[in-house]
């Protein structure tokens, strides 16, 4: 199978609500199975993060929030610019450049259950180094969590390596 060809979209404000719900829900399990909180106070921390993070949402400056879409599914608004439409969608990318030290964090990196394991999440990687190199960043940096096997096997087969853990221990 071809890997697809995808284009990485600044995410509209029109979209965010649906990432915003995704990302709520996805964070707030991570916090419950990995830092051993209670679900409902991991989601209040989730969403508490998240407007820290993204006071105003998917035009929050320094933020880069992106749709990942099928080149078959972009579409261009009235004005040329491609845009994401949400039927369109297989995932989502949030990163932010730090100019200074020519690096990216990528914060949230999202391949929708319907199009995994067909390529989305390389052709997205690619994508975005692409992006990334023109604009003169030489380092993407993430963290993975613990409990996602399937994230680090796919970062480590783009090229990616462990630069530390992360560790807690709660106190009794």
């Known amino acids: 199978m071809p890997t697809p060809i995808v284009r990485l979209i600044p995410m509209s404000e029109a979209d965010f609500p649906a990432y915003r719900d995704y990302f709520i829900d996805d964070y707030a399990q991570d916090l419950a199975s990995n830092h051993g909180l209670a679900?409902?106070?991991a989601r209040q921390q989730a969403e508490a993060s998240l407007l820290q993070y993204l006071p105003r949402g998917a035009a929050t400056p320094d933020q880069s929030l992106l749709c990942i879409v099928p080149v078959s599914d972009t579409v261009s608004d009235n004005t040329g610019n491609e845009v994401a439409p949400t039927v369109g969608i297989a995932g989502y990318l949030w990163h932010?450049?730090?100019?200074?030290?020519?690096?990216?964090?990528?914060?949230?990196?999202?391949?929708?259950?319907?199009?995994?394991?067909?390529?989305y999440g390389k052709a997205a990687m690619a994508a975005l180094e692409a992006e990334l190199k023109t604009m003169g960043v030489s380092q993407i940096k993430l963290?993975?969590?613990?409990?996602?096997?399937?994230?680090?096997a796919l970062y480590e087969e783009l090229g990616f390596h462990i630069t530390?853990?992360?560790?807690?221990?709660?106190?009794?």
């Not at 932010?96 to 390529?119: E, K, N, Q, V, W």
């Not at 963290?143 to 680090?152: G, I, S």
């Not at 530390?164 to 009794?172: D, Q």
């Open 143 to 152: 963290r993975v969590a613990y409990d996602n096997p399937r994230a680090r």
């Open 164 to 172: 530390g853990y992360n560790m807690a221990k709660t106190l009794g």
């Open 96 to 119: 932010s450049i730090d100019s200074a030290a020519h690096t990216t964090f990528i914060y949230d990196f999202y391949i929708l259950p319907a199009h995994r394991g067909l390529g």
């Open 39 to 41: 679900l409902a106070d």
